[in-house]
Nanobody
Framework: VQLQASGGGLVQPGGSLRLSCAASGNNFRIITMGWYRQAPGKQRELVAIITSGGSTNVADSVKGRFTISGDNAKNTVYLQMESLKPEDTAVYYC???????????????WGQGTLVTVSS
């Protein structure tokens, strides 16, 4: 399974960005997809996660500003980011937990990361 993330960039404080992440491969079923971020000098942290059933978990630091959504048919997850703040600056990583249709334990995958910079 490969994850391809896109949508990062430079935005001014108060601005918006939308991140996308598409999972590709064969014979897998997605359990959860989500976004993590890692700012310089800090640990990677959960931003938001969504299950295949549509349940979501959003970090308190972005609640009310970020919205996670998914398209099961496209194996794609989106992160709509509004009212961005300088402290949102980080590399954002897509994550997926999947099971293989052929059986076996669940597997965890990471995308390559996309940089979001919030600065005037």
């Amino acid at each position: 399974v490969q994850l391809q993330a896109s949508g990062g960039g430079l935005v001014q404080p108060g601005g918006s960005l939308r991140l996308s992440c598409a999972a590709s491969g064969n014979n897998f079923r997605i359990i959860t997809m989500g976004w993590y971020r890692q700012a310089p000098g800090k640990q990677r942290e959960l931003v938001a996660i969504i299950t295949s059933g549509g349940s979501t978990n959003v970090a308190d630091s972005v609640k009310g500003r970020f919205t996670i959504s998914g398209d099961n048919a496209k194996n794609t997850v989106y992160l709509q980011m509004e009212s961005l703040k300088p402290e949102d600056t980080a590399v954002y990583y897509c994550n997926a937990n999947v099971v293989m249709i052929t059986g076996g334990p669940g597997r965890n995958y990471w995308g390559q990361g996309t940089l979001v910079t919030v600065s005037s």
